[in-house]
């Protein structure tokens, strides 16, 4: 079974790259390619992608507000940032908008491909600066935000700060000495307390509520 993708990117020499890296892979294929998000929902519903790869900065409605449009309908479906900046702004935005992963578009084609199978996998794969920036972000909000009690554990706050770390199911497993599965429950506990359906919800919740702390 192949890994549906679809494309959202203003620039086309860059939809043409990344469906031909796409179109190399064994178990992914592009199902469709747009150049921004204006009737996103229609586009989503024609393509049925199990991923999308989106840019922040299209003309007329940019991803962000692509993110926010498709998470209204599609709270599951996993999406992907790109953009060729580290902006703290639109990085904070992405995430409390629902993203699963933040990649820049200079990320070698490898990296990327890796970052998509990881986010299928349950993952938030982020570039490594980005992944300094949201926890950045995170100790600003921890100073900001009292945090509520919505009663989780010390292991499922450990696992959300992997999450918010960009760690993938199997990494927390590993780093916590506890089974695939075993994350997977956590993980799963940890939604419904927070009344989340995704990695990206979790984490915006994480970082909004200043839920956990950074050392």
Same mark, same amino acid.
């Given at each position: 079974?192949?890994?549906?993708?679809?494309?959202?990117?203003?620039?086309?020499?860059?939809?043409?790259?990344?469906?031909?890296?796409?179109?190399?892979?064994?178990? *992914? &294929?592009?199902?469709?390619?747009? &150049?921004?998000?204006?009737?996103?929902?229609?586009?989503?519903?024609?393509?049925?992608?199990?991923?999308?790869? *989106?840019?922040?900065? *299209?003309?007329?409605?940019?991803?962000?507000?692509?993110? #926010?449009?498709?998470?209204? &309908?599609?709270?599951?479906?996993?999406?992907?940032?790109?953009?060729?900046? @580290?902006?703290?702004?639109?990085?904070?935005? /992405?995430?409390? /908008?629902? =993203?699963?992963?933040?990649?820049?578009?200079?990320?070698?084609?490898?990296?990327?491909?890796?970052?998509?199978? @990881?986010?299928? &996998?349950?993952?938030?794969? *982020?570039?490594?600066?980005?992944?300094?920036?949201?926890?950045?972000?995170?100790?600003?909000?921890?100073?900001?935000?009292?945090?509520?009690?919505?009663?989780?554990? #010390?292991?499922?706050?450990?696992?959300?700060?992997?999450? /918010?770390?960009?760690?993938?199911?199997?990494?927390? =497993?590993? /780093?916590?000495?506890?089974?695939?599965?075993?994350?997977?429950?956590?993980?799963?506990?940890?939604?419904?307390?927070?009344?989340? @359906?995704?990695?990206?919800? =979790?984490?915006?919740?994480?970082?909004?509520?200043?839920?956990?702390?950074?050392?």
């Amino acid at each position: 079974m192949k890994y549906r993708i679809v494309i959202f990117d203003d620039n086309k020499s860059r939809r043409d790259s990344l469906r031909t890296l796409i179109s190399m892979i064994d178990d *992914m &294929e592009c199902v469709g390619e747009f &150049e921004d998000c204006r009737m996103v929902l229609d586009k989503i519903a024609l393509s049925q992608p199990d991923l999308v790869l *989106m840019d922040i900065d *299209m003309p007329y409605v940019n991803g962000i507000e692509g993110l #926010k449009l498709i998470r209204t &309908e599609y709270p599951t479906l996993k999406i992907i940032m790109q953009t060729v900046f @580290e902006d703290n702004d639109k990085v904070f935005s /992405a995430i409390c /908008a629902g =993203a699963d992963g933040y990649i820049l578009k200079q990320t070698a084609p490898n990296k990327l491909l890796d970052g998509m199978r @990881e986010v299928m &996998e349950g993952g938030v794969p *982020m570039s490594p600066v980005i992944a300094k920036k949201v926890l950045s972000l995170i100790k600003i909000q921890d100073k900001i935000f009292h945090s509520p009690d919505f009663k989780l554990t #010390k292991r499922e706050l450990e696992i959300l700060k992997f999450l /918010a770390m960009g760690y993938s199911y199997k990494m927390i =497993a590993e /780093a916590c000495f506890i089974s695939y599965a075993t994350v997977n429950t956590h993980i799963t506990n940890i939604y419904t307390k927070l009344k989340v @359906e995704s990695v990206g919800g =979790a984490v915006s919740i994480a970082i909004n509520k200043g839920l956990i702390k950074m050392d």
